[in-house]
Every structure is written in C-alpha cells, then in structure tokens.
C-alpha cells in the first residue's frame, strides 16, 4: 500500500513564506513525476506545480517566481516553498505523485496525499 503525507501547512500573513513537504511510503519501486495542487473552496482542484523524476519542474502561472518545488528521490519527498503568499493561495494543497509499487507493475498509478490547508490571511 503506498501513502502520501502532506505536512507544513498553516495560517500565514499575507507576504510570508510556507514549505509544505510531501513524503511518500510504502511499497515503492520507482516514482515518475511528482507534483502540488490546491483547491479552493468553490473552485475546482487545479494544479500548482510539477516536478519530473530528472528534476524538470512547471509551474501555474499564479505560482511563477513565488514557488519553488523540489524533490528528495533518495527519500521519496517533494517539497512546495511557497514565498510572497496572497490571500488568493488560500487553499488545501494536494500532493501527488505517479508510482510503480512493484517492479513488475506496468504502469505508473497516481496517488494523492490528505491534504494540508494553507490560510494566509492578516
């Protein structure tokens, strides 16, 4: 069974910084792309940032020269630094990742974390 923990999120002033952490455990063989979303109430889930298995990263262009992801292979993490926040990142912010469980699984399963909730608010 493989899960996917977020951590790292919290209230925080508008113009303050957040890193969320993603880790992922379980059967694990090989992980692909690994990446952040948000939902805010109301609004559909849509996609923060990406990160592939070699490092190349996309951004939202909401997210464009305020975010940063990152990933740990050697720890299965991803990581979201989140800079210059607004009242409009307000959001539970997902994280996901593409995983092969076994090394005969033929192809790659997205799994998503919990969740963690991200207010930024004075």
């Known amino acids: 069974q493989v899960q996917l923990v977020e951590s790292g999120g919290g209230l925080v002033q508008p113009g303050g910084s957040l890193r969320l952490s993603c880790a992922a455990s379980?059967?694990?063989?090989?992980?692909?792309?690994m990446g952040w979303h948000r939902q805010a109430p109301g609004k559909e889930r849509e996609v923060v940032a990406v990160?592939?298995?070699?490092?190349?990263?996309t951004y939202a262009d909401s997210a464009k020269g305020r975010f940063t992801i990152s990933r740990d292979n050697a720890k299965n993490m991803v990581y979201l630094q989140m800079s210059s926040l607004k009242p409009e990142d307000t959001a539970v912010y997902y994280c996901?990742?593409?995983?092969?469980?076994?090394?005969?699984?033929?192809?790659?399963?997205?799994?998503w974390g919990q969740g963690t909730q991200v207010t930024v608010s004075s």
């Open positions: 990160i592939s298995s070699e490092g190349s990263t």
């Open positions: 379980g059967s694990i063989f090989s992980i692909n792309a």
């Open positions: 996901n990742a593409a995983i092969k469980p076994y090394p005969w699984t033929p192809f790659y399963t997205d799994y």
